[in-house]
Protein backbone atom coordinates (compact mmCIF):
# COMPACT_ATOMS: atom_id res chain seq x y z
CA UNK A 1 0.00 0.00 0.00
CA UNK A 2 1.14 3.34 -0.88
CA UNK A 3 0.84 6.34 1.58
CA UNK A 4 0.53 9.63 -0.66
CA UNK A 5 2.26 13.20 0.96
CA UNK A 6 1.03 16.44 0.20
CA UNK A 7 4.16 18.57 0.02
CA UNK A 8 3.47 21.78 -2.33
CA UNK A 9 1.38 24.20 -0.28
CA UNK A 10 3.06 27.76 0.47
CA UNK A 11 3.15 27.65 3.99
CA UNK A 12 2.28 31.13 3.94
CA UNK A 13 1.30 31.28 8.37
CA UNK A 14 4.57 29.88 9.11
CA UNK A 15 6.78 32.27 6.98
CA UNK A 16 9.42 32.76 9.35
CA UNK A 17 10.79 28.84 8.36
CA UNK A 18 9.03 28.62 4.69
CA UNK A 19 10.35 31.59 3.12
CA UNK A 20 13.33 29.39 2.77
CA UNK A 21 12.30 25.87 2.56
CA UNK A 22 8.92 23.88 2.09
CA UNK A 23 7.07 23.38 5.03
CA UNK A 24 7.47 19.39 4.66
CA UNK A 25 11.13 20.64 5.19
CA UNK A 26 10.99 22.56 8.34
CA UNK A 27 12.43 20.79 11.26
CA UNK A 28 11.36 18.71 14.42
CA UNK A 29 14.71 17.82 16.37
CA UNK A 30 16.41 18.07 13.83
CA UNK A 31 14.95 16.12 11.25
CA UNK A 32 12.00 17.66 8.44
CA UNK A 33 8.98 17.03 9.91
CA UNK A 34 8.28 15.02 6.06
CA UNK A 35 10.29 12.64 7.52
CA UNK A 36 8.69 11.98 10.88
CA UNK A 37 5.34 11.34 8.92
CA UNK A 38 7.53 8.54 6.61
CA UNK A 39 8.44 7.39 10.19
CA UNK A 40 4.82 7.31 11.47
CA UNK A 41 3.53 5.49 8.13
CA UNK A 42 6.86 2.87 8.44
CA UNK A 43 5.72 1.84 11.83
CA UNK A 44 2.55 0.23 10.11
CA UNK A 45 4.62 -1.26 7.62
CA UNK A 46 3.52 1.10 4.73
CA UNK A 47 7.25 1.69 3.22
CA UNK A 48 6.36 3.17 -0.56
CA UNK A 49 5.64 6.53 -0.77
CA UNK A 50 4.68 8.87 -3.34
CA UNK A 51 5.46 12.65 -2.57
CA UNK A 52 3.42 15.46 -4.35
CA UNK A 53 6.07 18.15 -4.83
CA UNK A 54 5.20 21.72 -5.45
CA UNK A 55 6.87 25.17 -3.82
CA UNK A 56 10.51 25.13 -3.44
CA UNK A 57 9.94 20.96 -4.60
CA UNK A 58 14.09 20.67 -5.63
CA UNK A 59 14.83 21.12 -1.97
CA UNK A 60 12.99 17.90 -1.41
CA UNK A 61 14.47 16.15 -4.23
CA UNK A 62 18.23 17.43 -3.37
CA UNK A 63 16.91 15.90 0.32
CA UNK A 64 16.53 12.68 -0.83
CA UNK A 65 18.81 12.45 -3.70
CA UNK A 66 21.42 12.91 -0.58
CA UNK A 67 20.11 10.73 1.91
CA UNK A 68 22.89 8.04 2.12
CA UNK A 69 25.05 9.76 2.07
CA UNK A 70 23.87 12.40 5.26
CA UNK A 71 22.86 9.01 7.14
CA UNK A 72 25.54 7.20 6.70
CA UNK A 73 29.52 6.96 7.29
CA UNK A 74 31.25 6.48 3.37
CA UNK A 75 34.25 6.18 2.23
CA UNK A 76 34.58 7.79 -1.05
CA UNK A 77 37.62 7.41 -3.90
CA UNK A 78 38.39 10.77 -5.59
CA UNK A 79 39.31 11.04 -9.66
CA UNK A 80 39.02 9.45 -12.71
CA UNK A 81 38.12 6.29 -10.73
CA UNK A 82 35.52 7.54 -8.24
CA UNK A 83 33.71 5.81 -6.10
CA UNK A 84 31.67 5.65 -2.62
CA UNK A 85 31.70 2.80 -0.43
CA UNK A 86 28.90 3.50 2.53
CA UNK A 87 29.95 2.07 6.01
CA UNK A 88 27.02 0.20 7.98
CA UNK A 89 22.97 1.16 7.24
CA UNK A 90 20.23 3.05 8.70
CA UNK A 91 16.95 2.30 9.17
CA UNK A 92 15.42 3.59 6.07
CA UNK A 93 17.26 0.81 3.61
CA UNK A 94 13.32 -0.47 2.74
CA UNK A 95 12.12 3.12 1.61
CA UNK A 96 11.27 3.87 -1.42
CA UNK A 97 9.75 7.19 -2.31
CA UNK A 98 8.32 8.72 -5.97
CA UNK A 99 9.08 12.21 -5.72
CA UNK A 100 6.38 13.88 -8.49
CA UNK A 101 6.57 17.96 -9.62
CA UNK A 102 2.64 19.00 -9.33
CA UNK A 103 3.04 22.24 -9.86
CA UNK A 104 3.37 25.34 -8.22
CA UNK A 105 -0.24 26.95 -7.57
CA UNK A 106 -1.40 23.45 -7.97
CA UNK A 107 -4.64 22.46 -5.32
CA UNK A 108 -4.82 19.60 -3.12
CA UNK A 109 -7.32 17.41 -5.39
CA UNK A 110 -4.79 18.65 -8.80
CA UNK A 111 -2.11 17.43 -7.15
CA UNK A 112 -3.56 14.38 -6.32
CA UNK A 113 -4.53 13.24 -9.85
CA UNK A 114 -1.22 14.43 -11.31
CA UNK A 115 0.43 11.04 -9.19
CA UNK A 116 -2.50 9.00 -10.25
CA UNK A 117 0.00 7.03 -12.56
CA UNK A 118 2.19 6.74 -9.63
CA UNK A 119 -0.56 5.46 -7.24
CA UNK A 120 -1.26 2.31 -9.30
CA UNK A 121 -5.31 0.97 -8.79
CA UNK A 122 -4.99 -0.12 -5.13
CA UNK A 123 -6.02 1.60 -1.86
CA UNK A 124 -3.45 4.17 -0.85
CA UNK A 125 -2.88 6.14 1.95
CA UNK A 126 -3.10 9.85 1.75
CA UNK A 127 -2.14 12.89 4.20
CA UNK A 128 -0.65 16.33 3.82
CA UNK A 129 3.15 17.37 4.63
CA UNK A 130 2.50 19.20 8.13
CA UNK A 131 0.42 16.72 10.29
CA UNK A 132 1.69 14.46 12.80
CA UNK A 133 -0.67 12.01 14.89
CA UNK A 134 -0.41 8.84 16.98
CA UNK A 135 -3.42 7.52 15.17
CA UNK A 136 -3.78 3.90 15.33
CA UNK A 137 -3.57 3.07 11.58
CA UNK A 138 -4.66 -0.89 11.61
CA UNK A 139 -7.45 -0.17 13.43
CA UNK A 140 -8.54 2.87 11.08
CA UNK A 141 -7.96 0.09 7.79
CA UNK A 142 -9.91 -2.43 9.87
CA UNK A 143 -12.73 0.21 10.25
CA UNK A 144 -12.44 1.33 6.56
CA UNK A 145 -12.94 -2.27 5.54
CA UNK A 146 -15.42 -3.12 7.66
CA UNK A 147 -17.63 -0.16 5.76
CA UNK A 148 -17.18 -0.69 2.53
CA UNK A 149 -17.42 2.44 1.04
CA UNK A 150 -14.76 4.56 -1.02
CA UNK A 151 -13.17 7.12 1.27
CA UNK A 152 -12.09 7.50 4.97
CA UNK A 153 -11.29 10.78 6.68
CA UNK A 154 -9.12 10.34 10.51
CA UNK A 155 -11.42 12.78 12.64
CA UNK A 156 -10.76 14.92 15.87
CA UNK A 157 -12.06 16.82 18.65
CA UNK A 158 -11.78 20.18 18.26
CA UNK A 159 -10.55 22.74 20.61
CA UNK A 160 -11.12 26.42 21.18
CA UNK A 161 -8.72 28.47 20.49
CA UNK A 162 -9.80 31.15 23.05
CA UNK A 163 -11.36 30.80 27.29
CA UNK A 164 -15.13 29.89 27.45
CA UNK A 165 -17.31 31.49 30.00
CA UNK A 166 -20.99 30.63 31.16
CA UNK A 167 -22.20 34.11 32.19
CA UNK A 168 -25.36 34.75 33.58
CA UNK A 169 -27.89 37.85 33.05
CA UNK A 170 -25.95 39.79 35.69
CA UNK A 171 -22.78 39.80 34.27
CA UNK A 172 -21.71 37.54 36.84
CA UNK A 173 -18.86 34.28 35.37
CA UNK A 174 -20.23 31.00 36.80
CA UNK A 175 -18.01 28.89 35.12
CA UNK A 176 -14.94 29.40 33.18
CA UNK A 177 -13.37 26.72 31.03
CA UNK A 178 -9.83 27.95 29.25
CA UNK A 179 -9.46 26.62 25.63
CA UNK A 180 -12.17 23.38 26.25
CA UNK A 181 -13.10 20.72 23.81
CA UNK A 182 -15.72 21.28 21.42
CA UNK A 183 -18.65 19.82 20.12
CA UNK A 184 -18.40 17.97 17.09
CA UNK A 185 -15.58 16.49 14.77
CA UNK A 186 -13.33 17.93 12.20
CA UNK A 187 -10.68 16.17 9.51
CA UNK A 188 -7.19 15.20 10.79
CA UNK A 189 -6.10 14.88 7.16
CA UNK A 190 -5.40 11.38 7.43
CA UNK A 191 -7.41 9.81 4.36
CA UNK A 192 -7.98 6.18 2.86
CA UNK A 193 -9.40 6.19 -0.23
CA UNK A 194 -10.03 3.49 -2.80
CA UNK A 195 -9.06 3.80 -6.41
CA UNK A 196 -12.22 4.98 -7.69
CA UNK A 197 -11.69 8.43 -5.82
CA UNK A 198 -9.39 9.01 -8.24
CA UNK A 199 -12.32 9.48 -10.73
CA UNK A 200 -13.46 12.40 -8.77
CA UNK A 201 -10.18 14.21 -9.30
CA UNK A 202 -9.36 16.82 -12.28
CA UNK A 203 -5.57 17.41 -13.21
CA UNK A 204 -6.51 21.30 -13.83
CA UNK A 205 -4.45 23.55 -10.36
CA UNK A 206 -8.11 24.34 -9.62
CA UNK A 207 -9.38 21.08 -7.83
CA UNK A 208 -9.63 21.42 -4.51
CA UNK A 209 -9.56 18.16 -2.59
CA UNK A 210 -11.44 19.52 0.37
CA UNK A 211 -14.45 20.92 -1.82
CA UNK A 212 -16.52 19.14 -4.87
CA UNK A 213 -14.62 15.73 -4.42
CA UNK A 214 -14.87 15.27 -0.45
CA UNK A 215 -18.59 16.99 -0.89
CA UNK A 216 -19.35 14.70 -3.67
CA UNK A 217 -18.38 11.73 -1.99
CA UNK A 218 -20.04 12.79 1.66
CA UNK A 219 -23.43 13.59 -0.39
CA UNK A 220 -23.28 9.99 -1.99
CA UNK A 221 -22.96 8.65 1.16
CA UNK A 222 -18.92 7.34 0.46
CA UNK A 223 -17.43 9.51 3.53
CA UNK A 224 -16.82 7.77 6.37
CA UNK A 225 -15.24 9.40 9.44
CA UNK A 226 -12.65 7.51 11.73
CA UNK A 227 -13.18 8.95 14.90
CA UNK A 228 -9.64 9.61 16.76
CA UNK A 229 -9.51 10.55 20.42
CA UNK A 230 -5.76 10.39 20.35
CA UNK A 231 -2.81 13.14 19.92
CA UNK A 232 -2.94 15.31 16.71
CA UNK A 233 -1.16 18.27 16.07
CA UNK A 234 -0.70 20.47 12.59
CA UNK A 235 2.15 22.77 12.40
CA UNK A 236 0.59 25.49 11.03
CA UNK A 237 2.45 28.41 12.93
CA UNK A 238 5.76 29.15 14.17
CA UNK A 239 4.23 28.78 17.60
CA UNK A 240 3.40 25.76 16.55
CA UNK A 241 6.54 24.56 15.29
CA UNK A 242 8.28 25.70 18.46
CA UNK A 243 5.40 23.39 20.38
CA UNK A 244 6.42 20.51 18.09
CA UNK A 245 10.01 20.77 18.96
CA UNK A 246 9.19 21.01 22.44
CA UNK A 247 7.28 17.73 22.55
CA UNK A 248 9.49 15.94 20.69
CA UNK A 249 12.97 17.06 22.83
CA UNK A 250 10.74 16.03 26.11
CA UNK A 251 11.70 12.99 24.50
CA UNK A 252 8.12 11.82 24.63
CA UNK A 253 6.53 12.64 21.36
CA UNK A 254 3.49 10.58 20.52
CA UNK A 255 4.16 9.70 16.98
CA UNK A 256 7.31 8.46 17.42
CA UNK A 257 5.82 5.36 19.17
CA UNK A 258 2.18 5.47 18.23
CA UNK A 259 1.36 2.12 19.02
CA UNK A 260 2.67 2.60 22.75
CA UNK A 261 1.78 6.12 23.51
CA UNK A 262 -2.32 5.43 23.50
CA UNK A 263 -1.21 3.57 26.61
CA UNK A 264 -0.71 7.34 28.17
CA UNK A 265 -4.47 7.43 28.46
CA UNK A 266 -7.56 8.28 25.21
CA UNK A 267 -10.42 11.04 25.65
CA UNK A 268 -8.19 13.90 25.78
CA UNK A 269 -7.68 17.14 23.19
CA UNK A 270 -4.61 17.59 21.34
CA UNK A 271 -3.70 19.86 24.08
CA UNK A 272 -4.30 18.04 27.09
CA UNK A 273 -2.79 15.15 25.73
CA UNK A 274 0.48 17.56 25.24
CA UNK A 275 0.23 18.66 28.70
CA UNK A 276 0.38 14.90 30.03
CA UNK A 277 3.22 14.30 28.44
CA UNK A 278 5.49 17.12 28.41
CA UNK A 279 4.71 19.47 31.40
CA UNK A 280 6.87 22.52 30.12
CA UNK A 281 4.16 23.00 27.55
CA UNK A 282 1.23 23.68 29.82
CA UNK A 283 2.59 27.74 29.25
CA UNK A 284 3.02 27.64 25.64
CA UNK A 285 0.15 25.61 24.44
CA UNK A 286 -2.68 27.77 26.75
Not at 38 to 61: E, H, P, T
Request: aromatic share 10%; with cysteine; net charge negative.
Amino acid sequence: MKAIILCGGLGTRLREETEYRPKPMVEIGGRPILWHILKYYARFDVRDFVLCLGYKGQMIKEYFLNYEAMNSDFTISLGRLSAISYHAEHAEQDFRVTLADTGANTMTGGRLARVRRHAGKERVLVTYGDGLTDLDLDAALRFHEAHGRLATVTTVRPSSRYGVLDVNDSGTVEAFAEKPTLNGWVSAGYFIFEPEVFDLLDTAESCILEREPLERLAAEGELMAYRHDGFFFAMDTFREYQQLNEIWESGTAPWANPRNSRTLGTGHTPTQRLRRIAPSLVKAAS
